[in-house]
């Protein structure tokens, strides 16, 4: 069973940036994360394969968010600069074991959830 831990959350002013982390455990073939804020679905926002290091991002987050990986700390980090009030959500990082399954945003293992707060 993979395990996936999230952190670096926060409250951050408009303009301003942050920089999440993931540590999935285990084997894995794609990283992602995603958000939702209430009363939305779950939007995918960012995954990189592990062996090619290829991305992907959501048209919301093109050019502003960048999804980058440590695999020798087999770490995922997602920076968040010129963040707006519309970036407020819970987000959440996923791991997927299978090409498949990543390429359709259909993520096998999930973490808790890391709070992102965009206010003045």
């Known amino acids: 069973q993979v395990q996936v831990l999230e952190s670096g959350g926060g409250s951050v002013q408009p303009g301003g940036s942050l920089r999440l982390s993931c540590a999935p455990s285990g084997t894995t073939v794609c990283t992602g994360w995603f958000r939702q804020s209430p009363g939305k679905e779950r939007e995918g926002v960012a995954r990189?394969?592990?062996?090619?290091?290829?991305?992907a991002y959501a048209a919301s987050v093109k050019g502003r968010f960048t999804i980058s990986q440590d695999n020798a700390k087999n770490t995922v980090y997602l920076e968040m600069n010129s963040l707006q009030p519309e970036d407020t959500a819970m987000y959440y990082c996923?791991?997927?074991?299978?090409?498949?399954?990543?390429?359709?945003?259909?993520?096998?293992?999930w973490g808790q959830g890391t709070q992102v707060t965009v206010s003045s």
């Open positions: 990189i394969y592990r062996v090619s290091g290829s991305t």
């Open positions: 996923a791991a997927a074991a299978s090409l498949q399954k990543c390429g359709s945003w259909n993520f096998d293992y």
